[in-house]
């Protein structure tokens, strides 16, 4: 099975860079299958990890930002694949 973890988080004015940056600099332990980094207007920032995994596996996530590069709480969603195009 196929988990896949989304971490969204939206920047504070003028930090959706910083904000990437960060993102990009984490480490998850452990060994995805893919990880995914996407932004979007309003400088926000998407993270999707894909990963080999029973639906409540305990698996690792990106930790909150420093509070200075958010607007909001950071949300959270886990994912089960079941179809892929190509």
């Known amino acids: 099975m196929t988990v896949t973890l989304m971490w969204e988080a939206a920047a504070a004015d ?18 995805p299958e ?11 920032v ?13 698996l690792p996530e990106l930790p909150d930002p420093p509070g200075d590069l958010v607007r909001r709480q950071v949300h959270r969603w886990r994912f089960v694949s079941v179809s892929v195009k190509p």
């Open 14 to 31: 003028g930090s959706g860079d910083q904000l990437l940056e960060w993102a990009r600099e984490q480490h998850l332990d452990g060994s």
């Open 34 to 44: 893919r990880v995914e980094y996407l932004t979007a207007p309003g400088d926000r």
């Open 46 to 58: 998407l993270v999707l990890s894909w990963w080999d995994a029973p639906y409540g596996a305990k």
